[in-house]
């Protein structure tokens, strides 16, 4: 069974950061590219960033370029999404999503398994 499981959302502040966790186990995770997406209630989810199987390549939504960095330890099971300088607009569910190729997901229908989301929430 492949487990998702991220961590680290809450509330902060316009201007602050946050750094979300993604654990996966159950699938050999330095084989495979992961993603972070988001979703607000009632909205399609869509993407953030991205990572390729060993990290060499990323991609960012231009929304948070520059604000976001995506990366992975493949001794650890773990992808992160280190987020600075936080806007209200950030607000939304955050997921990671775990590709069935070695390549970037950078689409919703590119991730096979999905973790169940936290919620990070920035106040102006």
């Known amino acids: 069974q492949v487990l998702l499981v991220e961590s680290g959302g809450g509330a902060v502040q316009a201007g602050g950061s946050l750094r979300l966790s993604c654990v996966v186990s159950g699938r050999t995770f330095r084989d495979y590219g992961m993603g972070w997406f988001r979703q607000l209630q009632g909205k399609e989810r869509e993407f953030v960033a991205a990572i390729s199987w060993f990290g060499g390549s990323t991609s960012y939504a231009d929304s948070v370029k520059g604000r976001f960095t995506i990366s992975r330890d493949n001794e650890k099971n773990t992808l992160y999404l280190q987020m600075e300088s936080l806007l209200p607009e950030d607000t939304a569910v955050y997921y990671c999503?775990?590709?069935?190729?070695?390549?970037?997901?950078?689409?919703?229908?590119?991730?096979?398994?999905w973790g169940r989301g936290t919620q990070v929430t920035v106040s102006s």
């Open positions: 999503g775990i590709s069935s190729t070695w390549d970037l997901p950078v689409r919703v229908d590119e991730c096979e398994y």
